[in-house]
């Protein structure tokens, strides 16, 4: 990969990380994202011993609820990673 490429790269990932963080801060998705979460949760714990499919499905919507929201933690942490490593590097070219 071209340094080129490699910049091109960092760009998007840049990008990425703070369109996740725009989401992650905006009210009506984290608010969406928690009352999504607690029906999941209360359809899981007000099922039946014998419903077992509705508690699985239930617990696999919490679970990409939750992947969700991990990933897109993690692009604003490699944002800020990328950033961090930049900072790095510009202080050591100042001196």
Do not use: C, W
Request: charged share 30%; proline share 2%; hydrophobic share 25%.
């Amino acid at each position: 990969m071209t340094i080129q490429e490699e910049q091109l790269k960092q760009d998007e990932l840049s990008r990425m990380g703070h369109e996740a963080e725009t989401l992650l801060d905006n009210p009506a998705f984290t608010s969406t994202v928690n009352n999504l979460v607690d029906q999941a949760f209360q359809t899981f714990t007000n099922s039946k011993p014998e419903q077992t499919d509705e508690r699985e499905r239930s617990y696999h919507h919490y679970k990409a609820l939750v992947e969700i929201v991990s990933t897109l933690q993690q692009r604003v942490s490699v944002r800020d990673q990328i950033t961090a490593n930049d900072n790095t590097r510009q202080e050591e070219t100042d001196h």
